[in-house]
């Protein structure tokens, strides 16, 4: 029991949309028929409002291919009721949809068609030439015999506008041959009705039995549309004859069926005749300025929407090499940046290789510096240190030998203490302090400034020790020439640099940079600091450390 009512509501439930798809179907079809065959005057109407809101149903729902259809049929209807620029606009719609689907190649019968629709309107709207590319365009691409016989259709009637019945003659001629082949009734009355309207035109006797065979098979599958043109035709052709009764009884009929179909467009062209068949000049003369004025102000309007899409279609194409323009100048701007990134990268990479070279380059010269006075201390000054201890107990050498030799070992000691490896790890305020202490004696003062305040912890230990050598050098050198009774030295920190004033009261001299300060110099400046001297005979000596 259970199954049997699941299975009534599934039927139920889905019911409604088979029955709701099949209902679409049927009123698609409905209304198509009643704008490819109107047979009521509000059947034009009725589907131009039925498509139009399909058309927007179908683009909501993304089914473009459904869309162009609804739009192709829309250009259709309003062509029928006589708006040439609404069936235009419907064209170049679809025409952008299709341009806007990825297989846009595949949709030929879609743009055979709306091409065909296309150049009927530039036949309405007197633009021959184009009528005639635009149907020579759709014949390039149609590979269907119903497609081909309407276009040539078509263009035949452009020659016979042009009033070059041999041209149209030929086509209507060579379509009527293969009239065996066609697929439906339609087109064989549209070729006969053309070929006996060309046909009379030249005074071909076959001329009359070909519109009235066309009039015939037109009645007999009720095709309204079709009635109006053999009835027209047949009005044309009495009126060339100037059997005014015949062709005013066949215009009067074009002018009923015009009523039927609701069409402007018909009942102007109905109106038109019957004015041709009036014998007042006024009226003639009437139509003739209402005509010129009318292919006047078409031509002056210019709406050929096709032509607005060839426009658009130019546009998006420089539209696009704008585009591509721009982003050829972006890859352009993206490889310079990417070329000055990299030049920047390289610039970079090279200082900072040179720095840490050159840092590499300082540590090597420090432990050799080490390396060395350990090597005096722990070699020569402890030999020379034995020697003399083995010859102080020698009676028979002379004192002077022993004095020298003291001299000798005590230099030695103060190059291995100047040269001796600085332990970074202490307070190295207070190392350098004891530093400059050294060199205070009872003949000498050495006073500071702002040492204790520097925050050492700060510096790299490359600089600290260029600040250790620097200052020893400075000192000692005071100590051996300078004569001095008074030093000061002045700490101060700019920012990431380092100042030092020194400063001695020494008897000065006549600058002359010797190996001490030659070292001294290069030290600051393998840290990219300066050092410079100011000193004169009697005046001190004096000296400024940026580091």
């Known amino acids: 029991m259970y199954r049997l009512q699941l299975i009534l509501a599934i039927f139920v439930f889905f019911l409604p949309i088979s029955s709701k798809s099949q209902t679409s179907i049927d009123s698609s079809l409905h209304y198509r028929k009643a704008i490819i065959n109107p047979s009521q005057p509000q059947d034009l109407a009725s589907g131009v409002h039925y498509f139009s809101k399909k058309k927007n149903q179908d ?34 719609e679809a025409l952008n949809l299709i341009e806007s689907m990825q297989a846009k190649d595949t949709l030929i019968n879609s743009r055979v068609g709306l091409y065909n629709q296309l150049g009927r309107i530039y036949r309405a709207s007197h633009n021959s030439a184009e009528a005639i590319k635009t149907f020579d365009k759709a014949l390039l691409i149609a590979n269907k015999l119903n497609d081909s016989v309407i276009i040539l259709n078509n263009k035949a009637n452009i020659y016979k506008d042009l009033l070059d019945y041999k041209n149209a003659l030929r086509i209507y001629s060579f379509l009527f041959e293969k009239r065996s ?73 074009a002018l009923a069926l015009s009523d039927k179909l609701n069409s402007s467009s018909f009942k102007l062209e109905s109106i038109s005749q019957l004015m041709n068949l009036n014998k007042n000049p006024l009226i003639h003369e009437y139509k003739k300025l209402t005509d010129s004025i ?15 899409y060839n426009v658009a279609e130019e546009q998006k194409k420089t539209q696009a090499s704008i585009l591509l323009q721009e982003i050829e100048s972006r890859k352009r701007l993206a490889y310079q940046a990417l070329a000055l990134i990299i030049f920047l990268i390289f610039i970079g990479s090279y200082f900072i290789y040179r720095n840490r070279y050159r840092k590499a380059k300082i540590e090597e010269v420090y432990k050799t510096e080490t390396r060395i006075a350990k090597k005096v201390h722990d070699e020569v000054a402890n030999d020379m240190y034995k020697v003399m201890t083995s010859l102080e107990n020698n009676s028979g050498i002379d004192s002077k030998v022993l004095d020298e030799m003291e001299k000798i070992y005590t230099k030695t000691r103060d190059i291995s203490r100047e040269n001796s490896a600085i332990d970074l790890r202490q307070d190295f305020g207070l190392q350098l302090n004891d530093l400059l202490l050294g060199y205070k004696n009872d003949k000498v003062k050495v006073i500071t400034r702002n040492l204790s305040k520097m925050p050492w912890e700060n510096i790299p230990e490359l600089k600290k020790t260029a600040i250790y050598r620097v200052l020893q050098e400075l000192m000692t050198n005071m100590r051996k020439h300078s004569q001095a009774t008074f030093v000061t030295l002045v700490f101060q920190k700019e920012g990431s640099k380092i100042h030092i004033n020194y400063r001695d009261n020494g008897v000065g001299c006549d600058l002359f940079k010797k190996n001490g300060l030659q070292h001294t110099e290069s030290r600051i400046a393998s840290l990219n600091g300066t050092i410079n001297f100011e000193t004169k005979q009697g005046d001190g000596f004096k000296a400024s450390v940026i580091i």
């Open 294 to 308: 009318s292919n006047a102000k078409q031509m002056a309007e210019n709406k050929n929407a096709y032509l607005k």
């Open 181 to 253: 082949h066609f697929s439906n009734d339609y087109q064989t009355t549209l070729v006969t009705d053309n070929l006996g309207l060309v046909q009379s035109k030249l005074n071909i006797p076959e001329g009359l039995q070909n519109l009235r065979n066309a009039l015939k098979l037109r009645q007999k599958n009720n095709d309204i549309i079709g009635q109006h043109a053999s009835n027209t035709h047949l009005s044309e052709y009495y009126l060339d004859r100037k059997d005014t009764t015949k062709a005013l009884l066949y215009a009067k009929k």
């Open 59 to 92: 683009l909501a729902l993304r089914d473009t291919l459904n869309a162009i259809y609804d739009l192709r049929l829309l250009s259709i209807a309003e062509f029928k009721i006589g708006n040439n620029f609404s069936s235009e606009n419907h064209i170049v």
